[in-house]
């Protein structure tokens, strides 16, 4: 019988991600590629380790495959100590008396029918985080306010523009930090008293005092109106049957080496994939990726330097104000404000401006980009163009998002010209 532990993780890690398409057409929204090098799932990893948080359940669903090699070979605690762990849940197809077999019915759903994960470990406290953000998060500091409340459930909470709240779920807070009212998606979400340009929202991170989770769950379980979705049942439910809801003030998590932690971006769009990619290429990066007090892992896949050749008129290999992973050659082209992920190549007299490659594409000569997304392992064939006529590149049949970043699918192949 493993030993208790003060805190569980269960990282929700399942979802579809359908705004993403087509970068999750073949993958996991916590699988796509972020930051020249990572996984989206990597962030929320870190978070936990970091914070000393080793006991970790990620539970998957659709399009695992790519997640669950990730993780399974690039995240090991070792086998010493069985408080250390980070554990791969997959859907097992629960059975229900009434209902037969069935997959995770939603995320409230996906905790319930691992209930007994929880129940081996006895856990003092049970995290349940997203597995598709882009942030830091001192998690202890969190657990700290949770214990010290005395809250059967604290939210994880974040200031957003009122425009865009209708996205997430709206919060309600006295001047303690409980919460008076949840709203999951209100069409017309209520402004905080202090700022009425924006809302307060949760950020799908809780913390739940175990017994009130098993309670909650249950419930849930047994409710045939419920969509055993967190944000849309249990937490409403909570707080009208009377259990303690908090809200914990994401901008009074302290990390190490870095002043006030204001970032948190959910990348369920495109047009917010994209944006959170530009944020890290410019001089002063709102995130930063280069704090080694607070360190941020991923797969070790030993690429080679990258590499930047070609000094002549016209024809310079060169980057500015990029983001350049391993085994990338600039051979000859132009880089300016974009993410170039591992095995990249760019050749001789291509042009490529604020866009996001991912591994091993390859751009030819005098090929130019701008505002694009390509998948993985693409070509661009010479002379090529994209992201300068949308219609031609909608009639290619690409993806436009309504901000006008084209995005290429991953194994898209250009018609062959004469």
């Not at 919460?179 to 739940?208: C, H, I, Q, W």
């Not at 001089?283 to 330097?305: G, H, K, M, V």
């Amino acid at each position: 019988m493993p030993r208790r532990i003060d805190v569980l993780a269960m990282v929700l890690a399942g979802g579809r991600g359908t705004r993403l398409y087509p970068l999750t057409a073949k993958r996991a929204k916590p699988a796509v590629p972020f930051g020249a090098m990572y996984r989206i799932v990597d962030f929320v990893l870190n978070n936990l380790v970091n914070s000393g948080i080793y006991s970790i359940y990620v539970l998957i669903q659709y399009k695992a495959q790519s997640l669950t090699e990730h993780i399974q070979r690039y995240w090991r605690l070792g086998a010493f100590l069985d408080d250390h762990f980070i554990v791969l849940v997959p859907a097992q197809m629960y059975l229900y008396e009434e209902l037969g077999p069935v997959w995770y019915r939603g995320t409230a759903d996906a905790i319930y029918q691992n209930l007994h994960l929880v129940e081996n470990h006895s856990p003092e406290v049970v995290a349940v985080f997203g597995g598709d953000h882009i942030y830091k998060m001192n998690v202890r500091h969190m657990v700290e306010f949770h214990l010290d409340t005395g809250a059967d459930v604290t939210l994880a909470t974040y200031p957003v523009p009122i425009e865009e709240a209708s996205r997430f779920g709206v919060i309600e807070v006295d001047e303690r930090g409980r919460v008076l009212s949840f709203e999951e998606k209100p069409e017309n979400p209520k402004p905080m008293p202090t700022d009425p340009t924006r809302a307060l929202v949760s950020m799908g991170n809780y913390l739940f005092k175990t017994e009130a989770l098993r309670l909650l769950l249950l419930e849930d379980a047994e409710d045939d109106e419920s969509t055993h979705d967190f944000g849309k049942d249990v937490l409403p439910k909570a707080l009208a049957e009377g259990y303690a809801l908090f809200a914990y003030d994401f901008f009074q998590n302290p990390i190490p080496g870095e002043g006030q932690n204001t970032y948190w971006r959910d990348v369920g769009t495109l047009d917010a994939y994209f944006e959170a990619s530009m944020d890290l290429v410019t001089e002063r990066p709102s995130f930063d990726l280069y704090n080694p007090d607070w360190p941020l892992r991923t797969a070790n896949l030993f690429s080679p330097p990258a590499k930047f050749v070609r000094e002549e008129a016209g024809r310079v290999g060169q980057a500015v104000n990029s983001l350049i992973a391993g085994g990338v050659v600039v051979s000859g082209g132009t880089v300016r404000e974009s993410v170039l992920f591992r095995g990249v190549k760019v050749n001789s007299w291509s042009l490529v401006e604020r866009s996001v490659l991912f591994d091993g594409v390859e751009v030819g000569r005098k090929a130019r980009l701008r505002r694009v997304i390509v998948d993985k392992g693409v070509r661009i064939p010479p002379g090529t163009e994209i992201g300068y006529d949308l219609e031609a590149d909608r009639e290619r049949g690409f993806t436009i998002t309504p901000a006008g970043v084209v995005v290429v699918p991953k194994g898209y192949r250009f018609e062959e010209t004469a």
